[in-house]
């Protein structure tokens, strides 16, 4: 099957993909109103944790072990990511939680997801510290003040702006991204500053891209994002899972 024919399935699943992937484009408003009934506030903490080796090995299936035997590899503790492997390539692999995405998200405080996700060195640069810091006060329970801490970072420096070529890989089998669907499909993600999306094309009928916004809403809608640098995440499927094997898009 085209990769064209299964975008809309990877774009529901990509919400909880990452840093990634922060929005749910395509869930009918019945079944987001019946999740956000669900998971309308943080579950136990423990239920968001992992064993630590099954976290590790999770991790480094993100993407082809010529790539993640040499990764970073963080794992979550109780107040946030913490590396438990010291790698030497520049990348960082980890697993994500709904906790990376936006707290208006039906799914938000879903604590079954677990999306392997490995970041190349200029992702791990820029990115991965927004990452922490959204999973880092939402374990603190502190999701209003996300923006505003968002925006301290990066006019301080403390964040750098998007670097040219961030990536990342999400190729495991394993991951559980959404209740919508059991798995997700392989994919890479760009990072890339782009005020529309359809210069890649992404989106449109026929095309193998899709494309959310990093931070999901506009300035319209949510003010503490006005003057923030535009951020799209592009997501291209591809047709093998990380250990080789061929993926179904079925």
Not at 105 to 121: D, H, M, Q
Request: proline share 7%.
């Amino acid at each position: 099957m085209k990769c064209s024919a299964i975008r809309p399935r990877l774009t529901r699943a990509f919400a909880y993909g990452t840093i990634s992937i922060l929005a749910v484009l395509s869930i009918r408003q019945l079944r987001a109103q019946s999740v956000t009934t669900q998971y309308s506030r943080m579950a136990p903490i423990e239920q968001y944790l992992m064993e630590k080796n099954g976290e590790i090995a999770l991790a480094r299936s993100a993407a082809p072990e010529a790539i993640s035997r040499d990764a970073t590899i963080l794992v979550l503790g109780l107040h946030g990511y913490e590396t438990a492997i010291q790698g030497n390539n520049g990348f960082v692999c980890m697993v994500d939680r709904g906790l990376v995405g936006f707290p208006e998200l039906p799914e938000f405080w879903n604590p079954k997801i677990r999306g392997a996700n490995c970041l190349n060195p200029s992702a791990a640069r820029c990115i991965l510290p927004l990452a922490k810091i959204r999973t880092e006060m939402a374990l603190e329970g502190r999701t209003q003040e996300v923006m505003v801490r968002i925006r301290a970072a990066l006019s301080s420096g403390e964040v750098p702006p998007l670097e040219s070529g961030a990536m990342s890989y999400m190729m495991s089998k394993s991951s559980y991204l959404t209740d919508e669907h059991a798995h997700n499909h392989p994919h890479l993600m760009f990072f890339l500053s782009v005020e529309d999306p359809a210069t890649w094309g992404a989106g449109l009928p026929g095309s193998p891209i899709g494309a959310v916004s990093y931070w999901f809403s506009s300035g319209k809608t949510n003010p503490e994002l006005v003057g923030l640098p535009p951020i799209h995440i592009f997501s291209i499927g591809v047709s093998k899972w990380s250990d080789g094997t061929t993926a179904r898009m079925d």
